[in-house]
Antibody
Framework: EVQLVESGGGLVQPGSPLKLSCAASGFTFSSNWLNWIRQAPGKGLEWVASINPDGSSTYYPDTVKGRFVVSKDNAKNTGYLQMNNLRSEDTAMYYC??????WGQGVMVTVSS | DIVMTQSPTSMSISVGDRVTMNCKASQNVGSNVDWYQQKTGQSPKLLIYKASNRYTGVPDRFTGSGSGTDFTFTISNMQAEDLAVYYCMQSNSYPRTFGGGTKLELK
C-alpha cells in the first residue's frame, strides 16, 4: 500500500525557517517524482514544488522560488521541503504527493508572530 | 504561467442531477489536465487524468473531456457522497496550476 506521511509542521514566526519531511512507503521512491502542494485555510490548491526521481531537477512557482528548496533522499525513502524566510501568506496545509495519484494527509504550517 | 479558469465556483444541486463544470486554460495544454475531488478535511483524490481517463476504481458516473484549452468534468447522476470541491490542474508545463475549484452543495 502506498503511503506518504508528512511531518515537521507547526507554528513559526515570520522570517523563520522550517523543514517538512515526507516519509514514503509501498512503492519505489527512487523511481518517482515528488510534489509539494499547499492549501491555505479555506482556499484552493497551490502547487509549490516538484523534484524528479533522482533529485537532479527541481521546479517552483515564483511565489516560493528562492525561499523553498525541495529535496529527496532515495536511500531513506524521504522527501523534504526546506522553507526559509517564511511569511504569513505561507500559512497552509502542506501535502506531499506522488503525482498524480497519491497524496499524504498533510501537515499544517502556521506563520504568525 | 498558465491560468486555469474554473467555472462555476459553486453549484447547488440535488441527488440525481447531472453536474457539469468547466476549466479553461489560458494556453494550449494538450490533454494534460487532471481532475481532483476534495471532501472536507481530506486530501484531494484523483478522479480523471489526461483529460478523459478515469482512474482505477472511480465510478463511471464521473467523466472528463476536452483538449487544448477547454475541459469539462461531468457527474452524470449526482450522489450524496459526491458533495465536495472539485479542482482541475494542468500538468503540461511548470509551474503546475490549479483551477480555483467548484464547490458542490445540496439545494
Amino acid at each position: 500500500e502506498v503511503q506518504l506521511v508528512e511531518s515537521g509542521g507547526g507554528l513559526v514566526q515570520p522570517g523563520s525557517p522550517l523543514k517538512l519531511s515526507c516519509a514514503a512507503s509501498g512503492f519505489t521512491f527512487s523511481s518517482n517524482w515528488l510534489n509539494w502542494i499547499r492549501q491555505a485555510p479555506g482556499k484552493g490548491l497551490e502547487w509549490v514544488a516538484s523534484i524528479n526521481p533522482d533529485g537532479s531537477s527541481t521546479y517552483y512557482p515564483d511565489t516560493v522560488k528562492g525561499r523553498f528548496v525541495v529535496s529527496k533522499d532515495n536511500a531513506k525513502n524521504t522527501g523534504y521541503l526546506q522553507m526559509n524566510n517564511l511569511r504569513s501568506e505561507d500559512t497552509a496545509m502542506y501535502y506531499c504527493a506522488r503525482p498524480p495519484v497519491y497524496w499524504g494527509q498533510g501537515v499544517m504550517v502556521t506563520v504568525s508572530s | 504561467d498558465i491560468v486555469m479558469t474554473q467555472s462555476p465556483t459553486s453549484m447547488s444541486i440535488s441527488v440525481g442531477d447531472r453536474v457539469t463544470m468547466n476549466c479553461k486554460a489560458s494556453q494550449n495544454v494538450g490533454s494534460n489536465v487532471d481532475w481532483y475531488q476534495q471532501k472536507t478535511g481530506q486530501s484531494p483524490k484523483l478522479l480523471i487524468y489526461k483529460a478523459s481517463n478515469r482512474y482505477t476504481g472511480v465510478p463511471d458516473r464521473f467523466t472528463g473531456s476536452g483538449s487544448g484549452t477547454d475541459f469539462t468534468f461531468t457527474i452524470s447522476n449526482m450522489q450524496a457522497e459526491d458533495l465536495a470541491v472539485y479542482y482541475c490542474m494542468q500538468s503540461n508545463s511548470y509551474p503546475r496550476t490549479f483551477g480555483g475549484g467548484t464547490k458542490l452543495e445540496l439545494k
